[in-house]
């Protein structure tokens, strides 16, 4: 199924797309370049061309030239991925979506919103101001709903409302016969057939490319934050455990490890006590969570936590967690001249502590600068290494430990990057051969010349994950 693009072919796919799209296809160096890449440690690889799409229909007639030709086609949404998944390795087309950015439907009674797969999620949010609801979702970056459907995408707030895969409802896709499908309905639970919804959130552009997207809306919530250091990382998640178990609703939480608190120190942003420390944020009415926070720092003090820091009002609780969101560009910026590599495992969170705490003895022992973030209660924690080009070997050989011990606990490879490029070597360790040869089945019905994406997720057949450990 690999795909071998001819120059001949490539050429005749040119003039067929020329045709077709007019200005809206590109071949300059500069827009290719910018096409080339992530924001991955993954290497640049340029697109041949790169082709904007306005409609379903463009996408469709575009899938049926490069299958036509034999031509790859690799779908890039923001370029915010931190696996590589959008880097054309095979060259071929890269698809933007930037343009199918249409909010087309919201529908506040059902609490749904239709939209193009290009919208933002910042564009999105601000699009539903008006109606007291909005999509939680959240990564870091400002991500298109497409690249977050396609890479099964989360964030902090997905203790509280779920990832990608519990917040899309249902999807048009562009096959790569260049039919267009829809999966799902607008209603919110169905048991009707295979669920194509389910499999396509998370298959990073290689089984069909997402150009709509009918999204789970949630009201507003009423929100208290606060933070609170403690002695031992151990006690940090115990009492996340054990606040959960009061029926409390965490809408977020998010640990920061000692190097990273001492980051925001230097910063002066906050002046935080120098220990491992979690970021709370409570849902509810402010009584509700009012006449429970004598017990929450009650739990918080029994696992070695100091007094919780609770924010005093919105635009405190928001500079809180804009905090959370930058720090790690500040504590890239103390660096100058290196990259950073986050990995991005996720264990039952009873495993949690431990696996963080042998990773942070690893990058000790190594002496590598790396700062540890986690969405403590999903289990998913963040070792981003800030390495200078000579370290980079050493990075590989402690990510992969990373991976490797979050396989023993029991976790997986990815919480919420995917696979791209670099967890592809993973694949059989975390799933098992007979469930990778299913895929490869699936890849197979789905993508049959293999055009859609090809290199990334499915792993090569010489790929072994040991290599470094
Ligand atoms: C600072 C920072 C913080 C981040 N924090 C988080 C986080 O907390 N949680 C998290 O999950 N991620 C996080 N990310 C990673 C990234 O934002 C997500 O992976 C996001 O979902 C990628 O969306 P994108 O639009 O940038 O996709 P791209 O990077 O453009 O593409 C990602 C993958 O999706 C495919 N794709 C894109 N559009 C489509 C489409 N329409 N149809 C089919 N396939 C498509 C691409 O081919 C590629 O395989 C972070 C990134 C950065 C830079």
Redesign the pocket.
Known sequence: MSTHVTSSGLAAALVALKERFGENVVTGASVRDLHAR??SHHAAVSPDVVVFAETTQDVADLVLIAARYTVPV?????????EG??IPVHGGISLD?SRLDGVLEIRPDDMIVRVG?GVRRLALNHALRETGLFFPVD???D??I??????G???TNAVRFGTMRENVLGLTVVTADGKIVRTGSLARKSSSGYDLTRLLVGS??TLG???EAILRLHPVPEALSAHAGFATLAGAVAAVTDIKRLGLVIGRVELLDEPLVAVINRRGALSLAPLPTLFFEFHGQAEEIGSLSATIAAIVAEHGGTALVWARDRAAAQQLWEIRRVALSWAKAERPGAHSWPSDVCVPISRLAEVILETRADVDRSGLTAYIVGHVGDGNFHCVFMHLPGEVDEVHRLADRIVLCALEAGGTASG???V?LGKRAYQELEHGREAVALMRRLKAAFDPHGIL?PG?VLPDPADHPTAHS
């Open positions: 992530d924001e690799v779908p890039f949404g923001a370029g915010s991925g931190l998944g959008a979506t797969a990564p870091g970056a991500a298109s497409g690249g977050m459907v396609a890479t995408a989360s964030g990073e552009g490319i997402v150009t919420e990057h995917g791209g994406n990334k």
